[in-house]
């Protein structure tokens, strides 16, 4: 008789990675399966560095990072890399900013430190950017870069020590479900307890057959890197912090980390596309409007770096109307678990989503209110609005 897995999980990025090595640590015989050769560059999960940060509009996610902290020090000292640097992140914004003083609300009620810096205090301390004098910022002194790419190769390594198997180059092409799930791949099929789907901007290719068709759209992002005309002007090492700018949509940095001497600065949307033809037609569409903005922003506001950029690569984000993550069972097959739509916010929060993740598959009580979470929420047709 075929072997019946206690999991199979669905896609070997950050979140489905660290969903496994959840799993393997909870005793689970877990087989995680990819369909691309790892590692890949085509999905969320690639490229050196993220943001890591308490400082959060909504309240739930500041609180969920007082626990994602030390599980990134845990795989931080149990793999003996290093994966978080602490820069401090500065959120700006104008003085009469809804989303600032929100997130000074939910730094506190979270119980975390936070400076608030006027528009005079942000000129003396940071005096290589540039804004209006009716603009203000909250610093996070936790905040910081992880190591994105070391990140994910720490987790899938330690799930391999935990027992855990990899089946990598091989797509998830049909799911029967029932108490025993059938999973069939571009080469062989598979029997599980437990299906847990973590296929990023793939979610819709999966969940549509399945009967679900949430919301989601996968939006492919400009990842810009500028050329600093003073080196180490914006360097990690002098202290730079992580920045996210809460005008309108936002613009986000990150001191110079994989390019020596080149700052990583993104705007925070793009246009929306298909996976599977990320850098095609639809893909290719409104980039250069996007670039136009961002060499503007950068003249106006980063004095110190090149206002051309000085590399250009592309990653995507999986949006939901409301920016909130999607943690849920399906609501008719109770066994297949679903974690999709982090927009473009989800890296940092990984260890706690598997963990979330791992505790519904294994039929426990979830750590926190799962109701932010829900997909039964777009019935109520949820507000687009950018939070972070
Ligand atoms: C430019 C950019 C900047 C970002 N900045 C930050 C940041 O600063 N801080 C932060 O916290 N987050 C950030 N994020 C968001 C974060 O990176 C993502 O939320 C996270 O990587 C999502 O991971 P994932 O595992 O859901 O998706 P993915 O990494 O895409 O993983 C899904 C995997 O599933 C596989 N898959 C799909 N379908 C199948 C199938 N049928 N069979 C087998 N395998 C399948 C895919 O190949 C893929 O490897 C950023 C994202 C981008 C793009
Ligand atoms: O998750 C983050 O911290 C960043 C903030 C800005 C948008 C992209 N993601």
């Known amino acids: 008789m075929a072997e019946v897995w206690d999991a199979v999980v669905v896609g070997a990025g950050i979140e489905g990675s660290v969903t496994a090595f959840h799993l393997a640590k909870n005793g689970c015989r877990t087989l995680l399966i990819e369909q691309f050769p790892l590692p890949h560059s085509r999905g969320s999960s690639h490229g050196a560095s993220r943001i890591i940060r308490k400082a959060y509009v909504q309240q739930h996610y500041a609180r969920m990072m007082?626990?994602?902290?030390?599980?990134?020090?845990?795989?931080?000292?149990?793999?003996?890399?290093?994966?978080?640097?602490?820069?401090?992140?500065?959120?700006?914004?104008?003085?009469?900013?809804?989303?600032l003083a929100e997130t000074e609300r939910s730094l506190s009620g979270a119980g975390s430190e936070f400076e608030r810096l006027s528009s005079d205090d942000l000129k003396l301390r940071f005096p290589n950017l540039s804004f209006p004098a009716d603009y203000r910022a909250v610093l996070d002194p936790e905040a910081g870069v992880l190591k994105a790419d070391k990140a994910l190769r720490c987790f899938q390594d330690l799930f391999v020590k935990y027992g855990g198997r990899i089946h990598d180059e091989e797509k998830v092409v049909r799911i029967d479900p029932g108490d025993v799930v059938t999973v069939h791949t571009s080469k062989s099929a598979y029997k599980t307890r437990k299906l847990l789907l973590l296929p990023?901007?793939?979610?819709?290719?999966?969940?549509?057959?399945?009967?679900?068709?949430?919301?989601?759209?996968?939006?492919?992002?400009?990842?810009?890197?500028?050329?600093?005309?003073?080196?180490?002007?914006?360097?990690?090492?002098?202290?730079?912090?992580?920045?996210?700018?809460?005008?309108?949509?936002?613009?986000?940095?990150?001191?110079?980390?994989?390019?020596?001497?080149?700052?990583?600065?993104?705007?925070?949307?793009?246009?929306?596309?298909?996976?599977?033809?990320?850098?095609?037609?639809?893909?290719?569409?409104?980039?250069?409007?996007?670039?136009?903005?961002?060499?503007?922003?950068?003249?106006?506001?980063?004095?110190?770096?090149?206002?051309?950029?000085?590399?250009?690569?592309?990653?995507?984000?999986?949006?939901?109307?409301?920016?909130?993550?999607?943690?849920?069972?399906?609501?008719?097959?109770?066994?297949?678990?679903?974690?999709?739509?982090?927009?473009?916010?989800?890296?940092?929060?990984?260890?706690?989503?598997?963990?979330?993740?791992?505790?519904?598959?294994?039929?426990?009580?979830?750590?926190?209110?799962?109701?932010?979470?829900?997909?039964?929420?777009?019935?109520?047709?949820?507000?687009?609005?950018?939070?972070?």
């Open 66 to 99: 007082n626990e994602a902290y030390p599980i990134w020090e845990q795989v931080e000292r149990e793999t003996g890399t290093q994966l978080y640097m602490k820069t401090g992140g500065l959120m700006v914004g104008p003085r009469s900013s809804k989303q």
């Open 200 to 388: 990023g901007p793939w979610a819709g290719k999966l969940l549509g057959p399945l009967g679900l068709h949430p919301p989601l759209k996968p939006v492919r992002i400009s990842v810009l890197y500028w050329r600093e005309k003073q080196p180490g002007t914006y360097a990690l090492k002098k202290g730079f912090p992580v920045f996210v700018d809460h005008t309108t949509l936002h613009k986000y940095g990150l001191p110079c980390l994989e390019y020596p001497g080149i700052f990583k600065l993104c705007y925070h949307s793009g246009p929306v596309i298909d996976p599977d033809d990320r850098d095609g037609v639809a893909g290719s569409r409104g980039n250069q409007e996007i670039v136009r903005m961002m060499c503007d922003y950068v003249r106006k506001h980063f004095p110190g770096l090149e206002s051309v950029p000085a590399i250009q690569e592309s990653c995507i984000y999986t949006n939901t109307p409301d920016e909130d993550f999607i943690l849920d069972r399906h609501p008719q097959y109770r066994n297949i678990i679903i974690g999709a739509g982090f927009s473009g916010h989800g890296f940092k929060l990984a260890p706690v989503v598997g963990k979330l993740l791992c505790e519904l598959a294994m039929d426990k009580q979830p750590s926190y209110d799962m109701t932010p979470f829900s997909l039964d929420r777009f019935h109520n047709t949820a507000t687009p609005q950018a939070k972070l």
